[in-house]
Nanobody, 116 residues
Framework: QVQLVESGGGLVQAGGSLSLSCAAS????????MAWYRQAPGKSREKVAS???????TYADSVKGRFTMSEDNAKNTVYLQMNSLQPEDTAVYFC??????????WGQGTQVTVSS
């Protein structure tokens, strides 16, 4: 009942910035929270940032101070502003939505590659 589409990934040099977007459609009214996850080759998927419907945000220690998550409820879209990118940030970034506090929806992911 919820579809998520990520965009904004690409190739950037170390120290650069990228901004990711995730547009939600369907029954977006019942989304309680959204999050960004990432998965690097050979590693498990990890949560990068999350935001509640009230606007409260949390961040992984590895990105705190560099990444900022925000939301635009009028557009049903969340964003991830990524600054001071490092090669360790290279991964597929996935958008995630918690619906009615019990169901999780995932986007297809967008590739972020940071060159050294």
């Amino acid at each position: 009942q919820v579809q998520l589409v990520e965009s904004g990934g690409g190739l950037v040099q170390a120290g650069g910035s990228l901004s990711l977007s995730c547009a939600a459609s369907g029954n977006t009214f019942d989304i309680n929270a959204m999050a960004w996850y990432r998965q690097a080759p050979g590693k498990s998927r990890e949560k990068v940032a999350s935001i509640t419907s009230e606007g409260y945000t949390t961040y992984a220690d590895s990105v705190k101070g560099r990444f900022t998550m925000s939301e635009d409820n009028a557009k049903n879209t969340v964003y991830l502003q990524m600054n001071s990118l490092q090669p360790e940030d290279t991964a597929v970034y996935f958008c995630n939505a918690l619906w009615r506090n019990y169901m999780i929806y995932w986007g297809q992911g967008t590739q972020v590659t940071v060159s050294s």
